[in-house]
């Protein structure tokens, strides 16, 4: 990567080979490790985008590039930083913000 990555920042990711029901091929993900995390290590963890699917609780909606979707949070997962194709766009700090909540809910005790 040119520069660091930041947590909010969306990459086309390589998710390829996946198994059973993970979302599979290229395509966006939002980065969700915290900037902590992404400057020390080689993995980050992301959360792909959709432009199908419905509305959960666990599937925030939100727009890139001119696309209205989802973030899928059911499918998050850690990729090593050679799956990072290249930046697209950033969230917006409120859905980013409804993000890491909903991440917090899901895996609060």
Same mark, same amino acid.
């Given at each position: @990567?040119? %520069?660091?990555? %930041?947590?909010?920042?969306?990459? +086309?990711?390589?998710?390829?080979?996946?198994?059973?029901?993970?979302?599979?091929?290229?395509?966006?993900?939002?980065? *969700?490790?915290?900037?902590?995390?992404?400057?020390?290590?080689?993995?980050?963890?992301?959360?792909?985008?959709?432009?199908?699917?419905?509305?959960?609780?666990?599937?925030?909606?939100?727009?890139?590039?001119? !696309?209205?979707?989802?973030?899928?949070?059911? !499918?998050?997962?850690?990729?090593?930083?050679?799956?990072?194709?290249?930046?697209?766009?950033?969230?917006?700090?409120?859905?980013?913000?409804?993000? +890491?909540? *909903?991440? !917090?809910? @899901?895996?609060?005790?």
């Amino acid at each position: @990567m040119s %520069r660091e990555v %930041r947590r909010g920042e969306v990459f +086309l990711v390589d998710l390829n080979p996946t198994r059973g029901s993970e979302i599979r091929k290229t395509r966006p993900c939002v980065i *969700v490790s915290p900037d902590e995390l992404n400057a020390y290590l080689r993995t980050f963890i992301v959360a792909p985008l959709t432009t199908g699917g419905h509305l959960y609780p666990f599937r925030i909606p939100c727009r890139f590039r001119e !696309q209205a979707g989802y973030v899928v949070l059911d !499918q998050i997962r850690t990729v090593d930083g050679e799956r990072l194709l290249r930046r697209l766009c950033k969230l917006t700090p409120a859905t980013l913000n409804r993000v +890491l909540a *909903v991440l !917090q809910e @899901m895996f609060a005790p």
